[in-house]
């Protein structure tokens, strides 16, 4: 087996004790833990969204058939979470999508854990998800909340038709690079050029084997015949210790884009962590000394702490971020959407209907020239526009100029987007018209351009 720490992020890590270990799961590998299944009788669920058809508790009803759905493409911090009602010790929980429902799982997740369900800490594990059942092995842990964390995007509706918490009777005890194995399985261990203890196992028997994975034999690793698993251990200590350096815009608006710089951040997110107050922010991308994400939907304008945890879980410090007030946005009645291109079912007219779930599309990538109008059908007085996709999160804009008109012919340039982003806020001197053109200036040809709602405020 060959070490290639850029297969890493895409392998299970938990944060034990001193150490950070990622371990990897070959096909038909496991890990079982003690214990049995916890009843669910007391347990409350909830989630960051839900579909009208699939709520929350439909997870945990014990009736496979029924599901929660969290109504929209998976991003980056959307949320499903559990309240046990009371302190629990557990070291596992299984997702299940449920029947006809297997592509629904998550793709890539953390888990956290919580007495209170405000104070959250650091994640405790992270991984990949699979086809059907996803199955989390955690350090052995006593807490009343569990929320796993949604880390990417993806199209599919994220969907658990049944999660099961496992007890831990001992309530302790983690994973763990095994130090031996039984005979007929190879072990081999060494330092890699990053510092970490790495161990190989490999089963060249003609049946699955197993062997102990924790000092007191709770959790057992099962290694079918002809596969490798290998064991990554990193002292916390060794970890550099992230540096909050700076905020980039200091304010915003729900879901629009902020990027921090710093240091030891971890060149992936793994167990990192960006919060927003006590919200979790949804991640665009993470690099040692750079992390782009988004503030969060529905928090509440004023001041707001935006802070990292890095991926051991130590806190790197924070800034504050305004949520800005837009007020009311300008009443929509009688306005009339075009477009130079628009597919046969994303209409231009659905970026002013009310419902973000309908949208307008190009129906071809994204080129330079691409437009749309909005005829407010009187002069109005405005300042700024807001341009939001909705759930089609990369058919964004990447550049675009605006343009106003009082006659629909005379047009005036009176701003230019950048850097653009899912909701892009659009701010000029304020001007009187009855017309607004956006031009798409970027050339995305992967991308069709989607607006689910467009509005304009005074």
Not at 52 to 58: K, P, R
Not at 85 to 99: A, P, Y
Not at 237 to 262: D, H, K, N, W, Y
């Amino acid at each position: 087996m060959t070490y290639d720490p850029e297969l890493l992020p895409y392998q299970n890590t938990i944060r034990a004790g001193d150490n950070l270990i990622t371990y990897s799961l070959p096909i038909g590998a496991s890990v079982r833990t003690t214990g049995a299944a916890l009843s669910p009788g007391e347990w409350t669920a909830t989630a960051s969204a839900s579909a009208d058809w699939g709520v929350a508790a439909s997870a945990i009803d014990g009736d496979i058939s029924t599901r929660w759905n969290l109504g929209h493409g998976m991003t980056s911090g959307d949320w499903f979470q559990i309240d046990l009602g009371s302190s629990t010790s557990f070291n596992k929980i299984v997702l299940d999508t449920g029947k006809d429902n297997s592509f629904d799982y998550i793709t890539k997740y953390q888990v956290y854990v919580s007495d209170d369900g405000v104070d959250w800490g650091g994640a405790i594990a992270s991984g990949s998800g699979g086809i059907g059942k996803v199955t989390v092995t955690l350090p052995a842990r006593t807490a009343r909340y569990i929320r796993v964390v949604s880390t990417a995007t993806s199209g599919f509706w994220w969907s658990i038709a049944e999660i099961d918490v496992y007890g831990s009777p001992r309530g302790t005890g983690s994973i763990a690079a095994p130090a031996a194995v039984s005979k007929g399985l190879q072990l081999k261990t060494w330092t890699s050029s990053e510092g970490s203890h790495v161990t190989v196992v490999f089963n060249g028997t003609a049946r699955s084997q197993s062997f102990p994975v924790s000092d007191d034999g709770s959790y057992v690793y099962e290694l079918p015949s002809g596969t490798s698993a290998m064991f990554t251990t990193k002292k916390l200590s060794s970890l550099p210790a992230p540096v909050f350096g700076g905020l980039t815009p200091s304010e915003g608006m729900p879901r629009s884009r902020f990027t921090i710089s710093g240091s030891g951040f971890g060149d992936t997110q793994e167990l990192g962590t960006v919060y927003f107050g006590s919200a979790f922010a949804g991640i665009d991308s993470w690099s040692d000394t750079s992390i782009s994400a988004y503030v969060p939907d529905g928090v509440p304008s004023g001041k707001h702490t935006i802070s990292v945890n890095g991926p051991g879980g130590a806190a790197a410090g924070g800034s504050s971020f305004d949520v800005m007030d837009l007020a009311s946005a300008l009443p929509r009645t009688g306005w009339v959407a075009t477009a130079s291109d628009a597919s046969s079912g994303d209409a231009p007219g659905n970026m002013l209907d009310g419902d973000s779930g309908t949208r307008y599309s190009s129906g071809t990538g994204q080129y330079n020239g691409l437009w749309i109008q909005v005829d407010m059908g009187q002069t109005q007085t405005f300042g700024k526009i807001v341009l939001d996709v909705g759930s089609s999160t990369g058919d964004y804009a990447r550049s675009a100029d605006v343009y106003v008109s009082t006659d629909g012919t005379d047009w005036t340039k009176v701003s230019s987007v950048t850097d653009g982003q899912r909701v892009q806020l659009v701010s000029f001197p304020t001007r009187s018209a009855r017309y607004i053109k956006v031009v798409n200036t970027g050339d995305v040809a992967s991308n069709w351009w989607s607006i689910a709602e467009f509005n304009v405020y005074g």
